[in-house]
């Protein structure tokens, strides 16, 4: 854009990423185990599902108009601008070596969040994938 780094590393406070996915129905949805190439998801994010979670799928009523979905879900990622990250900022250009500092220092990513939400039973895995399923491995 031909801004010069330092005004905007000097002025932005945060960046907040979001979208929105469909929410399991509370009448319906049906619990299930998660499947082997799901939990490789999760590690692959650095998560792990703890013992015992049920993940869960939409089956359809009349409460959800037989989608097995009813509202939606935000799902977010969080960048606060520390100083050490508008350091870090003034000296890199590219969004990948900020994004993985910014994790160092805790910042949960989008998709992470999308997890959570996925244990906690508020949506499915093909919502935080963006409608990507996954398929057992035969």
Known sequence: M?????????????????RL????CK???KEREPLPEEIEVFKENNMEIPKGVKFYTPVGCDECNDTGYKG???IHELLIMTPSLKKFALKEYASDPLTEQARKEGMRTIIQDGLEK???????????LGGGEIKPKE
Do not use: H
């Open 21 to 24: 996915a469909r929410r399991l």
């Open 118 to 128: 996925i244990l906690m039973g508020i949506t499915t895995v093909r919502e935080v």
């Open 72 to 74: 939606r879900v935000g």
């Open 2 to 18: 031909g801004i010069p780094s330092y005004l905007v590393v000097s002025t932005l406070k945060a960046v907040l990423a979001q």
């Open 27 to 29: 009448k319906c949805k």
